[in-house]
């Protein structure tokens, strides 16, 4: 059971690697914000199959702390976004 | 192999083809919003579904819960997170 | 952002006492239930309580039952949503003709709209881009000419019934 749960974890730390790989390789900002969502879910699957696999369950902390940030820095990006002069009309936004 | 054991690989694989999907959509899908379909909505599921399948590989009520709420927050800030991204692009943008 | 004004009434209220220990019990899920760090965990949900107070004030109360048939409605959905992207994306041609569909929610602009806007980003094949003011949300759709309108109405109807007086006079 641990070897299948940690080869499904590489997979998954595999498929999130490729999607980070070509959203950082756009040019437009968004996109790149998008790769910080992608690594907090994609981070806290893997970590935590890593934990079910190893039987050590502070990885789920690690992942909770993930998504956690990500959440965040998406937040800071959009309030940052919010102080540029072009957004003067800005619509309001959601909590 | 248990019951649950077959549970949790069931599950657990989905969700990883799910991640595969996330990325395949990220590859293939034609503009940037739709790209965050792909991601806000396949990677959760796959998110969820992994949740899922651990549900019996832990040792306590308490790890089973905490597992519950990091998939909620994700999901709350995903939905959160990918409507406010998409409103950014869009204003950068307006005919996206 | 439009918060609704905090009333002037006392803060000591048992719903937000109640919603106090739901914190409180968030916190030792997360943290675990060792005595010794109950005192950090009773601030943390004190402050969380605190900080919640002008995002959902107090006198606006959620209908449980409206709560359940919401989760059972949405829940479904959004695995249909995961389903649907994943199909898209595995199909071995891109069949999709994205585009953006202006729909007129009768919700008041501000946190029931914002929660509207962030279930309906769950939906099959739909993301709201922008929750502006006057009640226009512009959506994004993967398929555009799909009958959208008519299931964006339904979702707000259904989200509607879990928020008494969050009906927009028009």
Known sequence: ?????????????????????????????????????????GGAATLLLLGAATAQPALADVALLLVLLSAFSCAAFTLGEGESPEAAAKPDEPS | MGLADAFTLICVVAGAVLFLAGTLGLLRFP????RLHALSKADNLGLGLIVLGLMPQQASLMGGAKLVCI??????????????IAGIAARRKPQA | MTVPSSPRRPLWRPSLLGRGLLFFALWLVLIGA???????????????????????PPESRLSATGLARFVLRFLPQAVAAGLDVARRAFARRIAMKPGIVTYRASLRPGLAQGALCAVMSLQPGKLPVSCAARG?????????????????????????????GGRAGG
């Open chain 1, 1 to 41: 059971m641990a070897e299948s749960l940690t080869l499904i974890a590489l997979f998954v730390l595999l498929a999130s690697a490729a999607g980070l790989a070509i959203v950082l390789r756009s040019h437009i900002a968004i996109e790149k914000l998008m790769a910080v969502q992608l690594l907090g879910t």
């Open chain 2, 31 to 34: 503009d940037t919003l739709s």
């Open chain 2, 71 to 84: 998939w909620l927050l994700a999901q709350l800030s995903a939905a959160t997170a990918s409507q406010l």
């Open chain 3, 34 to 56: 060792a005595l010794k760090d109950w005192p950090v965990g009773l601030v943390a949900a004190a402050a969380a309580t605190w900080a919640s107070i002008p995002l959902w």
């Open chain 3, 136 to 164: 226009d949300m512009r959506v994004h759709c993967l398929d555009s000419d799909a009958s959208v309108t008519a299931e964006l109405a339904a979702d707000e109807a259904a989200f509607l019934r879990i928020l008494p």
